[in-house]
């Protein structure tokens, strides 16, 4: 019996999705429940598990087509046994509206090759005569081909030198053209969105970080022993944030239309970046976590969003957007708004710098904060307090339990 294999429904407001990375050849074995392909959108990537036993009859939709809900990507006979025969993939392929040609290789192996191993043959100029086939039967796989380009056993086929004089200098360049992935589409969308429809401003100040650090050294082990978490400063920001946004309710808010709508609530997004591109995941009702529950819940959230598993609920609402591009080793940056947010606080680097204390020069583990604001909505009185309510807090932590 054939099986069709089906894109899942898309999420609300994702009108289609792209083909990511097939993790099955036609002819392999995939036991239920088994991830055969993942669809990628522009919010989440989607994994589409094998509803049955059997053997991976055709792949009707190559790796970075864009397809739609409910559409057929490709076919599974259940209850099949690795060996038994299959349908011709490159018919398939050739019926299928959205399958993109391949050059052919001249090679009588070809036929038997899926649509995603063939071009990979092409782009490297390898025959597949020379690559042994380590797939049912003796089928050359994606990954076999991979292992030979590694080996350094593949060479790109010489070009013809249109002259030699200007060839010679320039043989050490190369490009390579890649197309964006959906996700850093809409990323680069959303940006522009936040560049133009919005009039944003940045404030700056700077923070003594030497006391939270001394917090930290002295407590970091009683902390992770009670609590099985290593105590980070991420918590200790949001901490920060969520009570300078109760006590400045305009850059907890949002504009629709030619309302301002005021959060009772305190959802923070936490700027997280991934293999894929950069996303904020949300982090919920921020007001009633602990330290601990803070830093477990970042530490979920950015394995979920490494490993592609965020799902959409995890990646929309949010009040406030928090980034620490000092994780990377940034000083200083102006972060984008994240529509349609009100406001987003930049964390940077924390260096040691020479400031003056009490008329004297003393070097102490200063850091930048930056807040990026809507000046529709939040006017300077507003944002330049908020970013002193934060430096306040950070600098004398204390106040976050006294609630001061």
């Known amino acids: 019996m054939t099986i069709e294999i089906l894109v899942p429904d898309l999420p609300e407001s994702v009108a289609d999705a792209t083909v990511a990375t097939w993790h099955k050849q036609p002819g392999d074995a995939v036991t239920r429940d088994e991830v055969l ?85 092409a782009e490297h100029s390898i025959s597949a005569g020379d690559v042994k086939g380590t797939g049912v039967g003796g089928r050359i796989t994606r990954e076999d081909v991979e292992a030979y380009v590694k080996e350094g056993q593949a060479t790109p086929a010489p070009t013809a030198p249109v002259e030699a004089k200007i060839e010679a200098p320039l043989a050490h360049r190369s490009e390579k053209r890649v197309p964006m992935t959906r996700l850093r589409k809409r990323v680069a969308e959303r940006l522009l969105e936040a560049k133009n429809s919005t009039a944003m401003l940045t404030t700056f100040n700077e923070v003594n970080m030497k006391p939270i650090m001394d917090l930290r050294k002295q407590y970091k082990d009683i902390f992770e022993e009670r609590h099985g978490i290593r105590l980070g400063f991420m918590s200790f920001y949001v901490k920060a944030v969520v009570e300078a946004l109760k006590r400045f309710p305009e850059v907890n808010a949002s504009i629709d239309g030619d309302d301002i709508v005021y959060h009772n609530f305190f959802d923070v997004s936490i700027a997280v970046s991934t293999p894929r591109g950069l996303v904020t995941p949300v982090l919920r009702d921020c007001d009633k976590l602990s330290l601990a529950e803070i830093e477990k819940g970042i530490r979920e959230l950015a394995i979920k969003g490494r490993d592609g598993k965020l799902t959409v609920d995890e990646l929309i609402g949010g009040n406030f957007t928090i980034t620490n591009g000092g994780v990377f080793g940034s000083l200083m940056s102006t972060p984008i708004i994240n529509p349609p947010q009100s406001a987003i606080l930049g964390m940077h680097k924390i260096a040691d710098r020479p400031m003056a204390v009490d008329g004297k020069v003393e070097i102490l583990p200063m850091m930048y904060l930056a807040l990026s604001y809507d000046h529709r909505l939040v006017d300077g009185r507003e944002s330049v307090g908020y970013l002193v309510t934060i430096k306040e807090l950070l600098e004398d932590p204390t106040r976050l339990l006294l609630d001061v």
Do not use: C, M, W, Y
């Open 37 to 121: 392909v993942d669809i990628e959108t522009d919010k989440v990537v989607l994994e589409v598990p094998a509803p049955e036993d059997g053997i991976l009859e055709a792949i009707l939709e190559d790796e970075g087509t864009t397809v739609l809900t409910k559409q057929l990507i490709g076919k599974i006979k259940a209850g099949a046994v690795a060996g038994e025969p299959t349908l011709d993939v490159p018919a398939e392929a050739e019926s299928s509206p959205n399958k993109r040609n391949t050059a052919a290789l001249g090679d009588e192996t070809n036929e038997a090759l899926s649509p995603a191993v063939r071009r990979l043959l």
